[in-house]
């Protein structure tokens, strides 16, 4: 089946870690890479984030400039990307219709749940206008999601973390290209999230990545690398 382009992007310390081991979402970026991040979404048909960073962050995951937003109504194209969230399980207080995820935009929304979710959470979540797609009896299958994405005309899709869901993209091959801006700070923290956490993946399932560019990206001192991965 076909399935849109995937297209990884984080902001990860110099040890490789998405956050602190305390995961309040530390600020990692900066202001030119917060303007780098705003063009990676205008720039696709979809933004998608896992459960974990969805229901702590509810984020609006929107474009900021007008101006990008602009380019792409001219474009004939919708003002903002559509939202995907994955997510195995939403509880009745999760994502409330006037959160930043639900309410941010105008955009189209998707949800990506289990059979964990109860019915009556669903029935919510589609009244405040949401796809919610039911898929799998603990998790949904990240294959169907793109599979479901590409029937709804998606065909680039921005992956924004976090480490579990990466690591998914990572294990089954779904990823063609990957970009992270580095701050030059170091959280350390065992379980601090990185850019590939879960179980770990087996040699076979490694990615090889071909390197695309590395650049010096700001005064702070962060860096901007960028690869792809060949099929
Ligand atoms: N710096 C950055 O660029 C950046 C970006 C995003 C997030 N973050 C940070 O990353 C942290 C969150 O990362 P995280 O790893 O804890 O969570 P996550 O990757 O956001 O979400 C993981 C959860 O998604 C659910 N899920 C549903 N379908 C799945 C599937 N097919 N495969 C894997 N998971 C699936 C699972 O819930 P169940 O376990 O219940 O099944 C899983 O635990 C936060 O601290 C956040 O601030 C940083």
Not at 35 to 63: C, F, K, M, Q, Y
Not at 92 to 112: K, S, T, Y
Not at 177 to 191: D, K, N, Q, R
């Amino acid at each position: 089946m076909p399935r849109p382009h995937v297209h990884v992007n984080v902001a990860m310390s110099l040890d490789g870690k998405l956050d602190t081991a305390a995961r309040n979402g530390a600020p990692i970026s900066s202001v030119p890479d917060r303007a780098r991040v705003d063009r990676l979404r205008a720039g696709v048909d979809a933004v998608l984030v896992g459960g974990r960073t969805l229901l702590a962050e509810n984020p609006g995951l929107t474009v900021k400039s007008l101006a990008l937003r602009q380019e792409r109504k001219a474009l004939g194209q919708p003002e903002n990307p559509i939202k995907v969230g994955v997510v195995s399980e939403i509880g009745p207080d999760d994502l409330p219709a006037d959160g930043a995820f639900l309410a941010g935009g105008p955009a189209e929304v998707f949800l990506f749940t289990s059979g964990r979710t109860p019915r009556k959470v669903v029935a919510r979540l589609e009244s405040a206008r949401a796809r919610v797609v039911v898929n799998g009896k603990t998790r949904p299958k990240l294959e169907t999601v793109l599979e479901t994405l590409y029937q709804a005309g998606v065909r680039k899709v921005l992956v924004e973390g976090g480490g579990t869901i990466l690591a998914e993209f990572f294990r089954f091959g779904l990823v063609d290209e990957v970009s992270a801006y580095i701050a030059p700070c170091l959280f350390g923290g065992a379980t601090a999230p990185t850019l590939a956490d879960g179980p770990g993946l087996l040699p076979e399932e490694y990615s090889r990545l071909r390197l695309v560019s590395v650049e010096k990206f700001d005064e702070q001192g962060g860096i901007l690398v960028h690869y792809t991965i060949p099929s």
